[in-house]
């Protein structure tokens, strides 16, 4: 008599193939069950409510309000030149003359500005009186045209 073709391993893996099939079929029919198919359109359609969040109950015409093309910006806002006054006052917090750099706090905004000798047209000291001007550098706000207070 000559051994059986088919083996315990065949075996097994033709369960555990007709296992998955099984499994397969079963997630199938429960998609099915759980379809939305059924369901009217009302229950399909979300509302955007006055502050842009998706709702299931309609907004209430009260809150609505009227926006005009002209009021919608897409893009970047243009940047309107706003003509500041240049020349601030403040006082030295910290300047080191060994190095050469120091702090100047903004008397109207208490902002702290970094000066380096350089912006400097008199020598400054600790707790000096002084107006500057303030221009951007590469890491951020520097004082410039720095000069004692009388």
């Not at 075996?11 to 369901?39: D, F, P, V």
């Not at 009260?62 to 240049?86: A, L, M, W």
């Not at 970094?114 to 107006?131: A, D, Q, S, W």
């Amino acid at each position: 008599m000559a051994k059986s073709q088919e083996t315990w391993n065949k075996k097994e893996l033709e369960k555990k193939k007709q296992q998955k099939k099984k499994e397969k079929e079963a997630r199938k029919e429960e998609r099915k069950a759980n379809a939305k198919e059924g369901q009217s359109l009302d229950d399909m359609i979300a509302y955007v409510d006055e502050n842009g969040n998706l709702t299931s109950t309609p907004p209430d015409p009260k809150k609505r309000r009227i926006i005009h093309e002209s009021e919608i910006e897409i893009g970047v806002p243009k940047q309107v030149n706003v003509v500041q006054d240049t020349v601030r006052k403040g006082t030295v917090t910290f300047f080191n003359d060994a190095k050469g750099y120091g702090f100047i706090k903004d008397s109207e905004t208490q902002e702290s500005v970094f000066v380096h000798i350089n912006g400097l047209m008199h020598p400054i000291k600790e707790n000096n009186k002084v107006t500057f001007e303030v221009e951007m550098g590469f890491k951020g706000p520097n004082a410039v045209k720095v000069k004692l207070d009388n």
